[in-house]
């Protein structure tokens, strides 16, 4: 079996609303990262590169017609292949997953995984939605800030403890920027003449503001905008390998993927999902969530990531190091790659041996990815 690696990965920042991002288009910001991540991979030869597979959750308007092949076009890529996958908040992780089990397969030995996402070019639902009466009654299309609002009723969850959290990513964002701790992730933007150079999202919180804001979601619930990741915009992309491949472009192999999983949950409780996922990874990996060293949970909510710790006992200091997805921002189809660059550079600097990435889905679902660093 051929064993695969994630060999580096670069993100944009993330833009949020009335940002300087707003206006860009998801196939040049994706572009500009796949130029990046090449020219600072100097020693891969770019036709050794197979395939590009981009994860994308809303993939029409600006982001359809294939946007995957447009950017190996867009990037001076022309016989390189494209594809564009979709599962929603988890598509571009998926994009990984498939590149390890094609490298796994033997079917290639080198690809891009990348992920894309303009939640403002594009709305959520798309531009034309198209309800089945049979889905709708069983509440198939529930709006995901109403299923947080469950999982916080189920546990009770308070606003405090909401607030708490998002408080604290907040935080440790703002840290993490300060000491550098997103600089090897981030490739710089050049927009409007203007250089981009951190996430727009992280905010030093204004806890007066944070109190007074009305619930979002049911005016009796407890989930508010301070306590939700905000409509973003954002891009990813990493070098996915065969150890082989590696070693013959000179190249440590350093950050393997030692198991991969999805899950499915109620629909009605998607937030739940990285509970299944992760112990399916786990159990193929043959550990425990005690020899995990870090983890990254994608913060849709603080509702679901609370749920999600307290159903499964984790640490919350071993968690989202650098923040999450309530500072950061969570446009859609960059996220599951987002957080997986997040993780191995978390992993460096904090020299751990063991990592999950693991994140909700729309419609009830679950991913996880468990890195090891050799």
Not at 33 to 50: A, C, F, G, H, M
Not at 196 to 216: H, Q, V
Not at 232 to 243: D, K, L, W, Y
């Amino acid at each position: 079996m051929y064993d695969s690696f994630i060999l580096d990965g670069v993100r944009s920042p993330i833009g949020i609303k009335s940002g300087q991002m707003i206006g860009m288009r998801s196939d040049d910001l994706t572009t500009i990262l796949v130029k990046s991540l090449i020219e600072r991979n100097s020693k891969l030869d770019p036709n050794d590169i197979q395939d590009l597979v981009l994860g994308c959750a809303f993939p029409e308007g600006p982001q359809g017609m294939l946007m995957a092949r447009g950017i190996t076009v867009l990037s001076d890529l022309p016989n390189i292949p494209g594809k564009v996958t979709n599962r929603f908040c988890g598509s571009s992780m998926d994009s990984v997953h498939q590149l390890s089990q094609a490298i796994i397969a033997n079917d290639i030995s080198c690809g891009i995984a990348a992920g894309a996402e303009d939640m403002f070019g594009v709305p959520m639902g798309g531009f034309n939605p198209n309800f089945h009466p049979a889905l709708y009654e069983k509440e198939f299309y529930i709006g995901m800030g109403e299923t947080a609002e469950i999982l916080a009723k189920k546990l009770d969850i308070s606003r405090k403890d909401q607030e708490d959290y998002s408080i604290s990513s907040h935080q440790k964002a703002l840290l993490a920027m300060e000491n550098g701790g997103f600089d090897n992730e981030i490739v710089p933007i050049n927009w409007n003449d203007k250089i981009i150079k951190i996430d727009e999202g992280p905010r030093k919180p204004n806890i007066e503001k944070i109190k007074s804001l009305e619930p979002a979601f049911d005016v009796d619930g407890s989930v508010t905008a301070a306590t939700s990741s905000p409509i973003s915009i954002g891009s990813a992309a990493a070098i996915v390998s065969s150890a082989n491949k590696a070693k013959e472009i000179g190249v440590k192999p350093e950050f393997k993927i030692k198991s991969r999983s999805i899950a499915a949950v109620d629909w009605k409780e998607m937030g739940t999902g990285p509970i299944p996922a992760s112990t399916i990874a786990l159990q193929k990996a043959g550990l425990t969530i005690e020899d995990i060293d870090v983890i990254e949970i994608n913060e849709a909510f603080a509702a679901q990531v609370l749920y999600v710790v307290r159903k499964s006992g984790w640490k919350l200091d071993k968690i989202n190091l650098n923040g999450g997805a309530i500072a950061l921002g969570h446009p859609l189809g960059c996220s599951g790659l987002r957080i997986l660059i997040t993780l191995i550079n978390v992993m460096k600097q904090n020299d751990a041996t063991l990592g999950l990435a693991t994140m909700c889905i729309g419609t009830g679902q679950g991913i996880a990815t468990i890195i090891e660093r050799v």
